[in-house]
T-cell receptor, first 114, second 111 residues
Framework: DTGVSQDPRHKITKRGQNVTFRCDPISEHNRLYWYRQTLGQGPEFLTY????????KSRLLSDRFSAERPKGSFSTLEIQRTEQGDSAMYLC????????????FGPGTRLTVT | EDQVTQSPEALRLQEGESSSLNCSYTVSGLRGLFWYRQDPGKGPEFLFTLYSAGEEKEKERLKATLTKKESFLHITAPKPEDSATYLC????????????FGAGTRLFVKA
């Protein structure tokens, strides 16, 4: 088991550009989460999927953010028209089963918007 | 709304000096509580899951406990390699599996 992987690990973009991040969860994990983390803060919940269904999305998430998990395996997070305030670490996590299970995190994608 | 507050924000210890980190939470009903360790520039690493008041779990120099309103992470005789940020997170039992994290406690252990 190779763990959760994320790509790219670092992304520098100019304000106004679109960016897309990919997350590959632990195989057979059917729940996948996206979080955003800024310096000195804990991970902030963005959204989660149960298989391919997006079940909850943070009220704080603007319409510029969208996430997909088309076949219930990998997921993508897209940010359109990036702003400097979007600069953060974007973390993906996965968990097993239908119930309450611990989440395993990937290494994150660090986004810098200039 | 669910809320998690961790204290202190930062803690500096000498090697071997035991201490405790606090996690206070407010949820409609607790499904469970997680503790994670995070090293700089890395994703959080799972430590413990606690489900009900009175439960305790141990791993090496760490012991996590849970009451109805808070959890403690006790660190016994810490070593410099225990230096990290410790995060607490909760899920409530009102429906979905959204997870709320606290801001973390940054622990520094000096040799």
């Amino acid at each position: 088991d190779t763990g959760v992987s994320q790509d790219p690990r670092h992304k520098i973009t100019k304000r106004g550009q679109n960016v897309t991040f990919r997350c590959d969860p632990i195989s057979e994990h059917n729940r996948l989460y996206w979080y955003r983390q800024t310096l000195g803060q804990g991970p902030e919940f963005l959204t989660y999927f149960q298989n391919e269904a997006q079940l909850e999305k943070s009220r704080l998430l603007s319409d510029r953010f969208s996430a997909e998990r088309p076949k219930g395996s990998f997921s993508t997070l897209e940010i359109q028209r990036t702003e400097q305030g979007d600069s953060a670490m974007y973390l993906c996590a996965s968990s097993a089963g239908q119930g309450f299970y611990e989440q395993y995190f990937g290494p994150g994608t660090r986004l810098t918007v200039t | 709304e669910d809320q998690v507050t961790q204290s202190p924000e930062a803690l500096r210890l000498q090697e071997g000096e035991s201490s405790s980190l606090n996690c206070s939470y407010t949820v409609s009903g607790l499904r469970g509580l997680f503790w994670y360790r995070q090293d700089p520039g890395k994703g959080p690493e799972f430590l413990f899951t606690l489900y009900s008041a009175g439960e305790e779990k141990e791993k090496e120099r760490l012991k996590a406990t849970l009451t109805k309103k808070e959890s403690f992470l006790h660190i016994t005789a810490p070593k410099p390699e225990d230096s990290a940020t410790y995060l607490c997170a909760v899920q409530d039992n009102t429906g979905g599996f959204k997870t709320i994290f606290g801001a973390g406690t940054r622990l520094f252990v000096k040799a």
